[in-house]
């Protein structure tokens, strides 16, 4: 009987620096330019040691979606606890890399149901905090009831972020100058100019 294959330690360098290239490779060239070989050369590593650490693509795929998503809910959670939290949430989601790496999943989510599940669950867990937030940012600034629900507003700010960023990837920019206006004078009642 053949023993199981053996995986490289999750903290070693060679993974973070296989993680690293794949995630540039990710953001420059999007998921179908992302190979073995391309990681491995881009990483400066014999391509045998992107299975050494990870026994398929999808692996390190979800290697760089968790990594990122993460952080990601690293800096909304700091994003929202900030003095100007609607600012501060209005600059995350429209982060270029941010938008990038989420257009790439998606790609990716039609290809694998194991990162296509992963990326929704992060999806409801980013949403929900957003929601929760939202409903006690607006409380404080007396915001009426009878305004937009705050899971209205969440999915009509990520929706305006996400079409603006993808449209200027593809060279469109007619009304995004004045969405973002829209947008930002609204932030610009609750909280005024942004401080940082």
Do not use: C
Request: no cysteine; glycine share 6%.
């Amino acid at each position: 009987m053949a023993s199981p294959r053996r995986i490289g330690a999750p903290d070693a360098k060679n993974r973070t620096v296989l993680i690293d290239a794949a995630e540039q490779l990710l953001l420059e060239e999007g998921h179908t330019a992302v190979s073995s070989r391309r990681v491995a050369a881009r990483a400066g590593l014999k391509p045998q040691l992107v299975h050494y650490y990870f026994r398929t693509m999808e692996e390190l795929f979800l290697a760089v979606f968790r990594r990122r998503a993460e952080e990601g809910l690293e800096q909304q959670a700091k994003a929202l606890e900030s003095d100007q939290p609607l600012w501060a949430l209005w600059r995350f989601s429209i982060d270029p890399a941010g938008i990038a790496l989420t257009m790439a999943f998606t790609g990716l989510a039609g290809q694998s149901e194991k990162i296509r599940a992963e990326v929704a669950d992060y999806a409801d867990r980013f949403r929900t905090t957003q929601i929760e937030a939202l409903a006690q940012i607006l409380d404080r600034y007396g915001v009426a009831a009878e305004a937009p629900a705050p899971a209205a507003l969440v999915v009509l700010l990520t929706s305006v972020s996400r079409v603006v960023m993808l449209e200027e990837a593809l060279g469109v920019s007619t009304g995004h100058a004045e969405i973002t206006a829209l947008v930002e004078d609204h932030i610009r009642a609750l909280e005024g100019p942004p401080s940082f």
